[in-house]
T-cell receptor, first 113, second 112 residues
């Protein structure tokens, strides 16, 4: 079956712009989590969604936001981009709230110049 | 707040040798994960450990969990070059749906 799909795979943006990243979970999975990976901070939790509701949010500024649609697809948005937002953004898909397995997409590599 | 510490950060191993990566977590967690990441790639799930004393093995990798010590280990037996990658442990933040807190990762380099 198809895995977790993230689009686009690569992005280059200029400081001050905004960006939207997309994540399509595995068919039947209803929970999506987002993570930011940087060399300095490692893997950090951004937010998680289940049934179109944000369940938890990590310690990121309000410029980072997200949403989940009725088909479980999720988007995250970063406004007023800063150089430090350059990172690999990963989303993870799982069946539901008590699901054990979490499967990661290939990620979106965002470069802010 | 759940914190996960992983060591060593970097591990250079000779082929054929054994070694262990350690993962400590600060508060109770009901699930402990191990992932592998190749350069420029995503995270590949290796193991999920759910209970005290759990042990899982796949090929040359074996993971175990001691919930009382809040410690998980990833043991590498007779390393081969194909195992070169970065390995992450992650603990599930109990009380959240799926939030994982990751360790810093261990970059494993297997040399001839």
């Amino acid at each position: 079956k198809a895995g977790v799909t993230q689009t686009p795979r690569y992005l280059i943006k200029t400081r001050g712009q905004q960006v939207t990243l997309s994540c399509s979970p595995i068919s039947g999975h209803r929970s999506v989590s987002w993570y930011q990976q940087t060399p300095g901070q490692g893997l950090q939790f951004l937010f998680e969604y289940f049934s179109e509701t944000q369940r938890n949010k990590g310690n990121f500024p309000g410029r980072f936001s997200g949403r989940q649609f009725s088909n479980s697809r999720s988007e995250m948005n970063v406004s007023t981009l800063e150089l430090g937002d350059s990172a690999l953004y990963l989303c993870a898909s799982s069946l539901g709230l008590l699901a054990v397995e979490a499967f990661f997409g290939q990620g979106t590599r965002l470069t802010v110049v | 707040e759940l914190k996960v510490e992983q060591n060593p950060l970097f591990l250079s191993m000779q082929e054929g040798k054994n070694y262990t990566i350690y993962c400590n977590y600060s508060t109770t967690s009901d699930r402990l994960y191990w992932y592998r990441q190749d350069p420029g790639k995503s995270l590949e799930s290796l193991f999920v450990l759910l209970s005290n004393g759990a042990v899982k093995q796949e090929g040359r990798l074996m993971a175990s969990l001691d919930t009382k010590a809040r410690l998980s280990t990833l043991h590498i037996t007779a390393a081969v070059h194909d195992l070169s990658a970065t390995y992450f442990c992650a603990a599930h933040d109990t009380g959240t749906a799926s939030k994982l807190t990751f360790g810093t990762g261990t970059r494993l380099q297997v040399t001839l």
